[in-house]
């Protein structure tokens, strides 16, 4: 029988056992081949204690292929509650196994082997464990307690010893003996584990162990007595094949965890290799922004400053990190690789991991709630994190692409649902939720919000199990946000009241702010075969935040997956559900003239800084979880036509989506007046380093000669978040412009040394008094002639050349 056929047999048992009114107590399963001599005893001793115990029970013997009188044995005792059953064999301990789990009808169901090396007087013990809240209890010989009769040979020992420690190390943690032959489960749970294993082998064990712990079903270890028994049927190769499947276990994780390790590297190959000397083009000034901001953590915790405050740019007001996304959950713990490697080589490993990370946490996600088909969840989880949303925030923004703990966060949401360990899975959110507001609160809002959605979605489709998850689910929430407000309590009133904070941006309404229905239905321009910059600068903001493009193919494929599965499924009801009110909260707060759901948010706390057109960002995940399903499905179609088309339609609606590598490009080279320390000659103790025009949103080239040099000087203006001044907090980008920057500026993109008189000169005094400068530097770059020309008439004479900069000493 192959997985698949025990799958749908442990799925029509388990239908059965619901249904029967007669369900057994107790099912206990015995792998047996050529068994003969052992059985007998086994069976007697076996049928004796279940009679004494009491409670309708039945032993199940799974014959693996057995050439001598086994089955007969079993089928000459004429007891209807002893039953055997076969397949074609021999397969295996792992395949007689997953027939015999699947034959069963107990509430519980206790696996042991046809030698009873740990007697059945042990069951009691286990059942103590179940009743305990466990879901499996592991009979073992290495627990403390556990006592030992006749002993195996040395070698066997050690070779016990030895693979124990290395299944915990690469497959089941915390159980030292996972392959006593003595387990009793919770029978539901026992029948879906062992119908989605696919070993054969004696490894059955540790893979069965590893489902329970990925689905968080609690496995206690009971210390047995246990005797050694002639007769085993281990052999030395079977050592080499336990290995192998070890390894086969580990595979397809591995796998896929390559593979969308391959795909980030792809994206990012442009830069990969040479991040020290590869901008992204796409990222306009948002990769000189992220590398300061590691920069500058990492300097903070180097020389123990707090990390939630600069002055280095924006002199002498400064920046409120907090304020800024500074990813301090990954920038603060990667100081030393930043110090190490520098924050273009920390910023591209953070960006490319990141990404590959946030799809393997969704593949987790999908795997253990909602299909457990892999290739399934392999297509999903990468629409899911390879979304275009995702792709245009790929340039620069880590705190957009960085996204493996909002899966993480999702299903301990769920288990909080299930009201079985709500204290200690409230404890665990509530951790998570903090180290994700230092990763990015707008992410985290983001989430909250798709969860709602979804929620509200799901309440409406299934009433009675919402009704019953609403107690433990608000329980766990009041006690993770008790775990997760006191770590946060103070960044968050540093980032809200403390230096340079302010109230909030307001995006206007500029094209691509909030999506159009065109947006959504339009192919991203990163697309590898339908990609059209012109159409999609014109619909967003900017390359980094074209938060839609999805495409209409993939908008028909979703609304085909939810007409075809609606009945069947009611979580593609939610889905949908959630993907359509996230589409319609990011067109913003006006729809045609009509007020929009988004206009139910707007302006309030928190929200008043969200770019709408970012909600649609919820849609990628949920149209990942949508197609999985879908894939999942055709894969398990029974006709090939069926199976084939249905591939062939998805194949074709996610091509479009196929983003080709980020556009990247040479970087200009640093003047060796920052890398060689010259600049130190020009600047005294408390003063600044003026670059010629100031760093801005539009050009921040001199946050990355700050940060060749070492972040040796302040500077004043850049490129951040931070209040209007002169007691407006409004927040803007950069640093409202002083007289000498708005010169300089226009200067810049005029092409015209503008009139500089003895006015103009008296309010460049004022400036660099109020910056504390000690020179002006002018790096090579557009109209270095024309600004060149203008510091001098400012300054009163001329600059000098030094080291691939003009330099304007101001204590001359």
Known sequence: MSTEAASEAAGKTAGKAAADPDVVELSVVVPARDEERRLGPTLDALAGRLTERGGAWEIVVADDGSTDGTGDLVTARRDPRIRLVTGPGPRGKGHALRLGVAATRGRLVLVTDADLAAPVEELEHLEKALTDGNAAAVGSRAAPGATLGDRQHRVRELLGKTGNLLIR???????????????????????????????????????????????????????????????????????????????????????????FLTLSVVLYSGRFLDPAHRYLTDSLQDQNQWEWFFAATADNVAHLRNPLFSDLQGFPGGVNLMANTAMLGLSVPLTPLTLLLGPAAVLSLVMTLGLAATAGAWYRLIVKRLTPHRPAAVVGAALAAFAPPMVSHANAHPNFVVLFMIPLIIDRALRLCEGTRVGRDAVILGLMAA????????????????????????????????RDAVRPLLRGLAIAAAVCLPLVVYPLAWQFSGPQSYDGIDHGTAPGTANSLRALLTFAERSLIAGDARATAALSLNPTEQNAFYGWPLALLALAITVLLWRRRPVVRAL????????????????????????????????????????????????????????????????????????????????????????????????????????????RGGETLV?????????????????????????????????????????????????????????????????????????????????????????????????????DKLVGRPGRRVDGVWVWDLHE
């Open 169 to 259: 190390a690469c497959a089941v943690r915390g159980i030292h003996d996972t392959q006593c032959g003595f387990k009793l489960f919770d029978g539901d749970k026992a029948r879906t584990a062992f119908a989605a294993s696919r070993l054969d082998g004696w490894a059955i064990d540790v893979e069965v162990l590893r489902h329970f712990q990925r689905a968080d079903w609690p496995v206690a270890e009971v210390p047995v007595h246990w005797s050694h028994r002639p007769g085993s049927k281990v052999r030395p190769p079977d050592y080499a094949r336990f290995l192998r499947d070890l390894a086969r276990l580990r595979l397809p994780g591995l796998l896929t965890a390559l593979l």
């Open 435 to 466: 180290y994700q507001f230092f990763l990015g609160e707008e992410p985290l809002l983001l989430a909250a919000l798709g969860m709602l959605l979804f929620a509200l979605a799901h309440a409406a489709v299934r009433p009675k199990p919402a």
């Open 576 to 683: 949908a559900a959630t993907v359509a009110a996230a589409a319609l909260l990011s067109m913003g707060p006006h729809l045609g003239g009509v007020p929009g759901p988004w206009a139910l948010l707007d302006g309030l706390p928190l929200f008043e800084s969200v770019i709408e057109s970012r909600v649609a960002m919820i849609c990628a995940p949920a149209l990942g979880m949508l197609l999985a399903l879908a894939v999942a499905e055709l894969a398990a179609a029974p006709r090939r036509a069926v199976r084939y088309t249905g591939l062939a339609a998805v194949s074709l609606a996610l091509l479009p989506l196929v983003p080709a590598p980020l556009k990247s490009e040479p970087r200009p080279a640093t003047a060796a007046f920052f890398t060689d320390g010259t600049w130190k000659s020009y600047v």
């Open 691 to 791: 670059p010629v025009p100031l760093a801005e949103p539009e050009d921040a080239q001199a946050l990355h000669w700050q940060t060749a040099a070492g972040l040796g000087f302040r500077m004043p203006g850049g490129y951040f978040n931070g209040p209007y001044g002169d007691g407006d907090r409004t927040g803007v980008y950069g640093v409202p412009l002083r007289f000498t920057a708005s010169l300089l500026h226009d200067a810049r993109y005029t092409g015209f040394v503008p009139v500089v008189d003895a006015a103009a000169r008296e309010a460049f005094a004022e400036d660099m008094a109020y910056w504390h400068a000690g020179a002006l530097v002018l790096p090579p770059q557009a109209h270095a002639g024309v600004l060149r020309e203008t510091v």
